[in-house]
């Protein structure tokens, strides 16, 4: 049994710090990304020294995240099979990048279903260089090929939680495949909206997942107004405007494709970086204040660390708002370290404070099917989740 199944897009992250303007002489641009195919990012590679390498993908990111502060976790996804090879199960199909990213997931203590397509497994090169730019080139590779097929009862079944990548959401009926599944098994289902693109095209979709399961919503400041202005809501409060526009149309029972079963949306999550982050949920509207980072080297993945380190908390009984601070604080941790290659000791430390503000009965136990949540205090820590 997993506390978190997560389902995403595969990804290799790797990173070159350079100490000159390298994305020109790369026919890359400063302060931009750009989609490449997987040969020219494996010459892109090819003349990069000292590359770091971490498994990516929002879902790794926030799993590894995740399993650091004590969760078990499975991954699905897929990776790509090395040149002239068949997919299969064989570990010597991997290709070069796969067999680094299977090799990460499995020192990190996560499972994983990862199957193989025919493709180049996905990766993602971020330049740093002075001045604050960066420059990213993108091969998704094998990664988007994931299918209804890997997601299966069973794992649905025997997870706490769900935890579903947004770049997926380009595959609608996945979304709902899976959105069906949680609420068949009681599952509460965190979905990372991931880009603003994203956000424009998924406005019914998320009154469709959200009417379908239980629903905790992530985004950044940035998605967050786009996808206000595509719900009809306010997007200079974004977080609080779409929470009550979606918990109260599904609340007041409005019919849907889903045959007019009505669902729980249990929080919105607008991420804002050092300024914190806004959260909307039964508890109440709160902001939760930034943090002062030291030496940022990198942010990438910031928000998946967010996201691990908050559903893991929820996870171990903290109220919402609770788990809103520690998310971010791993968040803030995450910026001295390239991708989700994160410091151990702070995470250790950061795990031992959700363990101590553990209840000794978890509050997030959710109704079945038909029932309702309601919202009452506990008697121990003000704002936690009843049924």
């Not at 995240?65 to 099979?81: D, E, F, N, Q, Y």
């Not at 988007?144 to 009862?153: L, N, R, S």
Request: hydrophobic fraction near 40%; glycine fraction near 10%.
């Amino acid at each position: 049994m997993a506390d978190i199944l997560g389902i995403g897009n595969a990804l290799l992250d790797i990173f070159w710090f350079s100490d000159e303007e390298s994305a020109l002489p790369l026919a890359l641009h400063p302060n931009r990304a750009a989609h490449v195919t997987p040969k020219r990012l494996d010459e892109i590679v090819a003349r990069i020294p000292n590359p770091v390498y971490s498994a990516g993908g929002s879902a790794a990111n926030a799993l590894k995240t995740a399993r650091m502060l004590g969760a078990s976790c499975l991954l699905l996804g897929c990776t790509g099979t090395a040149a002239g090879t068949t997919p299969s199960t064989a570990a010597g199909d991997d290709d070069r990048w796969g067999s680094l990213f299977r090799e990460e997931i499995a020192r990190m203590g996560i499972e994983s279903k990862i199957s193989r397509r025919n493709q180049p497994t996905g990766r993602c090169l971020v330049i740093h260089m002075p001045g604050s730019m960066t420059s990213i080139a993108c091969a998704p590779g094998a990664a988007p090929g994931i299918d209804a097929a890997q997601i299966t009862e069973r794992d649905i079944a025997s997870s706490r939680a769900v935890f579903f990548d947004g770049q997926l959401l380009r595959k609608e009926g996945l979304a709902v495949h899976t959105a069906r599944l949680c609420a068949t098994y009681n599952k509460p289902l965190a979905l990372d909206i991931a880009s603003t693109d994203m956000a424009t095209r998924a406005a019914e979709l998320i009154h469709a997942v959200s009417a379908e399961t239980q629903l905790f919503l992530f985004m950044n400041q940035e998605e967050a107004a786009v996808l206000a202005r595509a719900m009809d809501a306010d997007p200079a409060c974004a977080a609080e405007s779409m929470y009550r526009k979606i918990a109260g149309r599904n609340t007041r029972g409005n019919s849907s494709s889903t045959g007019g079963k009505t669902g729980k949306l249990h929080a919105v999550i607008e991420k804002r970086g050092p300024l914190g982050a806004v959260l909307a949920c039964g508890e109440g509207i709160f902001t939760i204040p930034g943090i002062q980072a030291g030496q940022v080297l990198d942010t990438t993945g910031c928000g998946d660390v967010f996201e691990g380190a908050w559903l893991h908390s929820v996870l171990c009984g903290l109220s919402y708002r609770d788990a809103a601070y520690i998310a971010n604080r791993a968040a803030s941790a995450k910026t001295a370290w390239p991708g989700s290659l994160l410091d151990r000791s702070v995470m250790d430390a950061l795990a031992q404070e959700i363990s101590a503000a553990r209840p000794k009965h978890t509050c997030i136990t959710l109704p079945l099917p038909g029932q309702e949540l309601h919202l009452q205090p506990c008697a121990s820590t003000p704002g936690r989740i009843e049924a």
